[in-house]
């Protein structure tokens, strides 16, 4: 029996079901990532586990007992937001031992756990400042820290890096990870950032329409995407509608002047409209005069724009059908601004799906 298990949990607002027949099971020592867009009901859905709002249906059932009807604070549970909400007029002490307090935990032992995230938090030295003399970082290991300060059995993370620069959140990515593994505890984290799930998480629970899409490792999110949503919105991809005809094992996609070839694959028709992606770094590039364009998986192009991403190059390429982006290292031979290139990429990178009903 899993840690925590979801059992057909829904909540309806009106006529919206914000989550809708959600079932997950979630081991102890896991880290896991509610990753969908705005609106898709991940922050209903964490709040149902954390118990500060109630399904219309469904079952919470956490280290083995059903919490379904018990308040928040009976849960184990501790949950840390975007909105960080320090108490402007408290220290880090002060914000750090509330919690505490509201559990009227002896003194001695409200030290002791304040000491304890000071300690692990890398705190120590600024109990005694105020919210507003803390930089972006440390305020949100001292709202992390007030969530780990009851011992909670399970912490919940919604977007609580949402309002951090680039770099301080990549650092906090590598922190919130550490954190996790030396507790051992599970981490349900929500974001609608696809790098930050994939960054930190063992499992990746992508939400849409109050629905789980997938829920898989995070390497089988990315390299295996198991519908068009979840190859459009994971990892940054090109994607090209057609016509599948089969014939031999393989599906040939024709359309937009370019024939993407891949295997077969079960509950895709001859004559069916499909929806190919490539991911950005599976296409390669080679100057046109080495030739070869004109085979499946391969197509001519001009370098439009050459963006630098530091280890990386990003060409944004112009051909007959639109626009194509590759994203290749810098340690490969560099194209310039106008060249001439023929990109491809292996039959085995293209995933493929009946083309959504939305006709994009
Ligand atoms: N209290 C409420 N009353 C009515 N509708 C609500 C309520 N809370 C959420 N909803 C609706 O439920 C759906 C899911 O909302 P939720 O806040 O869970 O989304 P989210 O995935 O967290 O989005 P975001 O990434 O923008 O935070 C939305 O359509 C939202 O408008
Ligand atoms: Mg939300």
Redesign the pocket.
């Known amino acids: 029996m899993a840690y925590i298990h979801l059992d057909g949990v829904s909540?309806q607002?009106?006529s919206?079901w914000?989550?809708d027949r959600v079932n997950m099971a979630i081991e102890k020592h896991e880290f896991v990532s509610l990753l969908?867009?705005?609106?898709?009901?991940?922050?209903?859905?964490?709040?149902i586990i954390a118990g500060l709002e109630r399904p219309t249906t469904g079952r919470v059932l956490i280290d083995g007992e059903d919490v379904t009807e018990l308040p928040p604070h009976k849960r184990g549970v501790a949950m840390v937001f975007q909105e960080f909400l320090l108490f402007p007029h408290r220290t880090v002490y002060e914000n750090l031992a509330f919690p505490l307090r509201m559990l009227k935990l002896p003194k001695g032992e409200i030290e002791a756990r304040v000491e304890w995230v000071v300690g692990i938090l890398a705190l120590r030295g600024l109990e005694k400042r105020y919210p507003n003399q803390l930089s972006g970082g440390q305020q949100q290991r001292v709202a992390l820290g007030r969530g780990l300060v009851g011992r909670p059995k399970v912490l919940l993370l919604?977007?609580p890096l949402a309002n951090l620069d680039r770099e301080l959140r990549q650092e906090m990515e590598v922190e919130i990870r550490k954190h996790q593994t030396d507790l051992g505890i599970p981490f349900i984290y929500?974001t609608?950032n696809q790098e930050e799930a994939l960054s930190m998480s063992d499992r990746i629970a992508v939400?849409r329409g109050?629905r789980i899409e997938d829920f898989a490792s995070r390497t089988d999110i990315y390299d295996r995407p198991k519908t068009a949503f979840i190859a459009q919105f994971v990892g940054r991809s090109n994607r090209f509608t057609g016509t599948a005809a089969t014939a031999g094992g393989t599906i040939s996609l024709s359309g937009d002047g370019v024939r993407i070839e891949t295997a077969t694959r079960p509950g895709i028709a001859d004559g069916e409209r499909v929806a190919a992606y490539v991911k950005n770094e599976k296409v390669r590039l080679r100057p046109a005069s080495a030739g070869g364009a004109g085979a499946a998986n391969t197509l001519a192009a001009t370098v439009r724009y050459v963006i630098l991403r530091g280890a990386y190059a990003e060409y944004v390429l112009g051909w007959s059908g639109g626009e194509l982006v590759a994203s290749r290292p810098r340690s490969e031979a560099e194209f310039t601004e106008g060249a001439e290139v023929v990109a491809c990429w292996d039959a085995a990178d293209v995933d493929l799906f009946p083309a959504p009903e939305d006709g994009r």
């Open positions: 909540k607002y009106g919206v914000a989550v969908g867009p705005s609106g898709s009901g991940k922050t209903t859905l964490l709040r919604d977007e929500v609608h939400v109050g």
